[in-house]
């Protein structure tokens, strides 16, 4: 299967890095167009929750076997949403063994919290 269309290597760009507060300057199209997948990601409530428990788990990091029985979803499906917020830039992951581990994106967060915010 091939990757989608609007797959974003989190390594190449902070997502939100590109723009000043929104209420200082309006946004350019391009800027929009490469921030809008990541509220996209967030606009769903079981990632909005993933994010939280894996920014919040011991060490900031957690792998999906910690995070299962916080849903009543199956693990394929909390590994997809997993996958939706990497892809967007607010998850970085890494493998050891079989396991993968997620952490949040500590410059992503703060980024997006720099464009929500004021500016003041």
Same mark, same amino acid.
């Given at each position: 299967? !091939?990757? !989608?269309? !609007? ?5 190449? %760009? ?13 946004? !350019? ?8 997948? #990541? %509220? ?5 409530? /079981? ?6 428990? @894996? ?8 792998? @999906? ?18 996958? @939706? ?12 063994? @079989?396991? /993968? ?7 992503? #967060?703060?980024?997006?919290?720099? #464009? ?5």
């Amino acid at each position: 299967m !091939s990757k !989608s269309a !609007s797959f974003v290597d989190p390594t190449d %760009l902070d997502p939100t890095a590109c723009c000043q507060p929104l209420a200082r300057k309006p946004m !350019s199209r391009a800027q929009a167009d490469q921030i809008a997948p #990541l %509220l996209k990601a967030l606009a769903d409530p /079981v990632r909005l929750r993933l994010l939280s428990l @894996v920014a919040s788990h011991a060490d900031g990091e957690a792998c @999906v076997c910690d995070l299962t029985d916080a849903f009543d979803l199956s693990q394929p499906t909390i590994s997809h949403h997993l996958k @939706v917020l990497h892809e967007s830039g607010l998850l970085g992951r890494e493998k050891r063994g @079989v396991w /993968v581990y997620y952490r949040a994106r500590a410059e992503a #967060l703060s980024s997006l919290g720099a #464009l929500i915010g004021t500016g003041a």
